[in-house]
Structures are given as structure tokens and as C-alpha cells.
């Protein structure tokens, strides 16, 4: 569908052979006469894989500036993070008790792929939510040293987990 809407744009004359790529006149007839259907066919081929190719590199350069901005952004939101917590007077981990005390049975039903809520039925409310690429649920005042949850912020599905000793 992407490629639809992107194509879309490309000018039609170009597609049909009346200029080339870069907006000159294209030229109709080679020096042996007129192009015959065949030399069109292949012509518009690979017209079609320049096109293609670059419309690739471009998403390739957008999704590097994408991830470059998200990650820029991530440090951000865990500097502020840190000086909400020094202004309120607080710790930075949240050190609220976890609503349903959870056993290392409930931990061993986890499964990869799994959603948020499938995780927090077994689970319960996390202590702590860090996002970022990834996004950790930690079910411990420690924070990173204890027991977590990781899902993919893209999908929002289960990628790994660190059990309660």
C-alpha cells in the first residue's frame, strides 16, 4: 500500500518514456529508427527498478532518522525522569507492592509473544514501566537487578523476562 501511495507521485511522463529521470526530454528514437515495443517494455523496466531502488534508499534513510529521533527522545524522558524524582524528593523506582504477590509458577506460565495484559493476568501491576525500544516492567524495588518483563515497543508483544531468584 505504501508503495502505491509513493508511486503514485512519480510522474506519469516518465513512466510512459516522454522524459527521463532527471525531467529531460527523453528521446523517442534511438539513431537505428523508433524504439520498438520490446526496447519500450525493457526501457520502462528498468526505469521501474531505478525508481524502486531509490524509493527504498529513501525509506531506509527516513526509518535511520526515525530510530535516531526515538533514541534522542528516550534519553530525554529518562533525564526528566531523574529530575522529577529529585524534585519531588522521591525515590526513582516506584516502590508501590505489587497487587498480586507472584510465585515462580506464575513466572514459568510466560510465554513469547504474549500480550501486556495476557502478562499482567499472570503477573499483575508491574512496580516500575520503563519505555524506550524496549519496554521493561519491573516487579521489584531494585529495579533492573530483579525480576522483569520486556516487550517489543513496536509490537507490544512479550520478548524475554529476568524470573524472581
Do not use: N
Amino acid at each position: 500500500m505504501k508503495r502505491f501511495a509513493v508511486l503514485s507521485v512519480v510522474p506519469i511522463a516518465l513512466l510512459l518514456g516522454y522524459c527521463a529521470a532527471d525531467g529531460s526530454p527523453a528521446q523517442k528514437a534511438s539513431s537505428a529508427g523508433p524504439m520498438t515495443a520490446e526496447q519500450k517494455v525493457d526501457a520502462l523496466g528498468d526505469r521501474v527498478v531505478r525508481l524502486s531502488k531509490a524509493i527504498r534508499e529513501a525509506a531506509e534513510r527516513r526509518d535511520a532518522l526515525v530510530d535516531a529521533r526515538l533514541l534522542a527522545l528516550t534519553k530525554r524522558v529518562e533525564q526528566l525522569e531523574k529530575k522529577v524524582a529529585k524534585l519531588e524528593g522521591g525515590p526513582a523506582i516506584d516502590t508501590r507492592v505489587s497487587a498480586v504477590p507472584v510465585g515462580k509458577a506464575a513466572w514459568r506460565q510466560l510465554k513469547l509473544g504474549m500480550s501486556q495484559d495476557e502478562v499482567r493476568k499472570l503477573l499483575g501491576e508491574p512496580m516500575k514501566v520503563s519505555a524506550g525500544p524496549i519496554i521493561h516492567w519491573y516487579y521489584a524495588s531494585k529495579g533492573s537487578g530483579g525480576p522483569k518483563v520486556q516487550f517489543s515497543s513496536y509490537t507490544g508483544k512479550l520478548m524475554g523476562w529476568d524470573e524472581p531468584d
